[in-house]
């Protein structure tokens, strides 16, 4: 059974930085895109940033300058650094990537547990 990880996320304050990681294991092929995506109390969640297999880079209009997205593949790991935080950033946040099973020979979408970020004013 293949399983996304979180760690990283805790308390920072106005300006301040987190690092967040997402490690999966289990039965793993490989591994295409993964992506970090966000949901503040009594909002959508919206995707935050997202890395392809070939190491492109998307990230929203709102923490573009501020954050980066890189992953290791040898360790299926994905990495979100957030820099400048500000308390608009609160939120849980979800790590996913999209995973080939050993058994199977399609990309299915796996999602962590969820990491709570909170920024002080």
């Known amino acids: 059974q293949v399983q996304l990880v979180e760690s990283g996320g805790g308390l920072a304050q106005n300006g301040g930085s987190l690092t967040l990681s997402c490690a999966a294991s289990g039965s793993i092929s490989s591994i295409n895109g993964m992506g970090w995506s966000r949901q503040a109390p009594g909002k959508q969640r919206e995707m935050v940033a997202t890395i392809s297999s070939g190491d492109d880079v998307n990230y929203i209009d709102s923490v573009k300058g501020r954050f980066t997205i890189s992953r290791d593949i040898a360790k299926n790991t994905v990495y979100l650094q957030m820099n400048s935080l500000n308390p608009e950033d609160t939120g849980v946040y979800y790590c996913?990537?999209?995973?080939?099973?050993?058994?199977?020979?399609?990309?299915?979408?796996?999602w962590g547990q969820g990491t709570q970020v909170t920024v002080s004013s």
């Open positions: 996913k990537m999209s995973i080939r099973g050993t058994w199977g020979f399609v990309f299915l979408d796996y």
